[in-house]
C-alpha cells in the first residue's frame, strides 16, 4: 500500500495550532501488516482506523463486541465507506494484488478532554472559552494509537 497524504479541510477560521500543518487524511500500512488511515472528522478532530482482512476474528463485528485497549475506546466499525470523495472516505485505495475486502474499526480523538479545532473556534468566537484545558491529539499521537490497535489485532491471531 502507498501512503497518501490528503489536505482537503479549510482551517482558516480554525486559529493556530499544530491542525493547520497537517495532513487531512493520510493512508499507510501498519508495521503489523494492517492498512491504516488518519482522518480528519468535520469538527477538526482526527480519528484512526486500522482495516483487518476477512480471515480476522474481528472482521464484522461491531465495535462494541472487539475487546482493544485505544482513546476513547472503538467508536467504529464497518466496511469501506466511500462519499464519493477518495480525500475524505473512510476507505483506502488499493493497489494490484491487495484485498480491498477490510473491515475498519476507529476511534475518535473528540472526547472529553479532546480540543476539537472547529468548536473550539466556534466557542471563541461566541465568548466562551471551553476548550481552554483540553489537547489536541495531533497526527503524532494517533499514529501512536493506530500503532497499538494494529499491534492489538496481530496478538489475537497469533
Known amino acids: 500500500m502507498q501512503t497518501k497524504e490528503y489536505s482537503t479541510k479549510d482551517k482558516s477560521t480554525w486559529g493556530e495550532g499544530p491542525w493547520q500543518n497537517?495532513?487531512?487524511k493520510v493512508q499507510y500500512m501498519t508495521e503489523?501488516?494492517?492498512p491504516a488511515l488518519i482522518v480528519r472528522n468535520h469538527g477538526g478532530a482526527l480519528c484512526g482506523y486500522v482495516g483487518v482482512p476477512s480471515s480476522h476474528p474481528w472482521f464484522g463485528k461491531g465495535y462494541d463486541e472487539v475487546d482493544a485497549d485505544v482513546h476513547g475506546g472503538l467508536t467504529f466499525a464497518d466496511h469501506c465507506s466511500p462519499n464519493g470523495n477518495e480525500a475524505e472516505h473512510i476507505c483506502h485505495t488499493v493497489e494490484a494484488g491487495e484485498d480491498d475486502k477490510v473491515w475498519w474499526l476507529g476511534f475518535d480523538c473528540a472526547h472529553s478532554g479532546d480540543k476539537v479545532p472547529a468548536m473550539d473556534a466556534l466557542y471563541r468566537e461566541k465568548g466562551i472559552n471551553l476548550f481552554s484545558g483540553e489537547?489536541?491529539?495531533?497526527?503524532?499521537y494517533v499514529k501512536n494509537q493506530i500503532t497499538?490497535?494494529?499491534q492489538q489485532a496481530k496478538e489475537v491471531t497469533e
Open 148 to 150: 497499538e490497535l494494529a
Open 135 to 140: 489537547s489536541y491529539r495531533d497526527v503524532a
Open 22 to 24: 497537517e495532513p487531512d
Open 32 to 34: 503489523q501488516g494492517f
